[in-house]
Structure formats: structure tokens, C-alpha cells
């Protein structure tokens, strides 16, 4: 074979190989970043998702705290076990258990869109608000029956109501620190779940005490 024809195929192969390897680095390359890219959009979308879980449930916890102070209102109005006492505290104690329902339904969604231990925080925090409710109940009945201990259980209701919002700022500080990991990538620390569950210990101590 001609030396020069020898030549022009050899320098047309590699630069054909050359071409095939830098079309494979490219659609490589290329694949690389359409991944990366559905990943980033996927990890969006959850974040999304828990951002709003999140909202929508502290939204139905404070709605529930709200009726509760409701309830306080029409339990400390003057006449307690009146007709119109008695019906002022059940219409507000009916708009506790709207509240509830909506906080415990909340939750359940709640629960589809976190982790496990975010899962578990929620219900530590519903289980904290239904005590309340519970205290609350009982000073209701307590002064609805003029009762010798309705002051001491409305000193215990009025304490653990006001003791939420101290409760919540936990609960939220502790979302904080779940929605800037990433589930798939950096699940939160334990550490975490041990502040929420010591916090949690020391204050069912307290309601002990009380």
C-alpha cells in the first residue's frame, strides 16, 4: 500500500477513534448531569413536601392551643354552672375537639411525609397538647360542679397551657434541625431526638411533681 494512502488511514482511524471516545465522554458526561439534576429536583420536591408538612401541621397544633385559651376564657367567666356558663364552656369545648381532630389528622399526613424520628417527635408533641386537654377537662368539670379542688386543678391546667408555646419553640427548633439535613444524603443526628426526648422527660417529671 501506498505509504501516503498508509498514512491518510491511519491519521482517518484515530481521528475517528478519537471522535468515538469524546462521544462517549460527552454522552457520559451528559447522563452525569441529567441525573444529577433529577436528584436535585427530587430532593426539591421533598423538601417541598416536608416544608409544607411541617406548616400545615404547627399551624393545627397552635389552632388547638388557640382554643384552648378560648376555653380558659369561658371557664373563668363569671356564674360557673350556669345555664349560660354551661353553654358558653361546651360550645368552646366542642371547638377544642374541632381543633384536635384537625391536629390529630394533620399529624397522620404528617407522618407520610418525614423520617421516623420526625414521625416521632409529632406525636410526642400531640400526646403533650391531649395532657393538656385532659387538665383542662378536669378543671372544667371541677368548677361546672363547684368543686373544693377547682383551684388547684386550674392552677395545674393554667400551667401546662401556658407551658405550650415553650413546647412548640422546642418541637420547631427541633424541625430546624431535620429540614437542613437531607434524608436520602444526611439524616439528622441522634442527638436530636435526645434533646426532644430529654426535654420531654423533664417536663412529664414536673407534671409528676405537680
Not at 83 to 103: H, I, K, L, T
Not at 161 to 183: C, N, R, V, W
Amino acid at each position: 500500500m501506498d505509504p501516503t494512502v498508509q498514512g491518510a488511514l491511519l491519521g482517518a482511524g484515530a481521528t475517528a477513534f478519537g471522535a468515538v471516545v469524546t462521544g462517549r465522554l460527552s454522552a457520559s458526561s451528559s447522563l452525569k448531569a441529567v441525573k444529577f439534576q433529577i436528584q436535585a429536583q427530587r430532593l426539591d420536591g421533598l423538601w417541598q413536601m416536608r416544608r409544607d408538612a411541617y406548616a400545615v401541621f404547627l399551624t393545627s397544633v397552635e389552632a388547638t392551643r388557640g382554643a384552648l385559651r378560648r376555653l380558659e376564657g369561658a371557664v373563668l367567666a363569671p356564674g360557673a354552672g350556669s345555664e349560660g356558663w354551661s353553654s358558653a364552656v361546651a360550645s368552646a369545648r366542642e371547638a377544642v375537639d374541632e381543633a384536635a381532630y384537625e391536629m390529630w389528622r394533620q399529624g397522620t399526613i404528617f407522618r407520610i411525609a418525614v423520617t421516623g424520628l420526625e414521625a416521632d417527635s409529632a406525636d410526642s408533641l400531640v400526646s403533650v397538647v391531649n395532657g393538656v386537654i385532659s387538665d383542662m377537662d378536669e378543671w372544667t368539670t371541677a368548677a361546672s360542679e363547684q368543686r373544693q379542688d377547682v383551684h388547684v386543678l386550674r392552677r395545674r391546667a393554667l400551667h401546662w397551657l401556658e407551658a405550650l408555646p415553650d413546647t412548640l419553640e422546642h418541637f420547631m427548633e427541633m424541625s430546624k434541625g431535620y429540614l437542613q439535613g437531607i434524608p436520602d444524603v444526611d439524616p439528622p443526628g441522634p442527638s436530636l431526638m435526645q434533646r426532644w426526648r430529654s426535654w420531654l422527660l423533664h417536663w412529664r417529671l414536673r407534671r409528676m411533681d405537680d
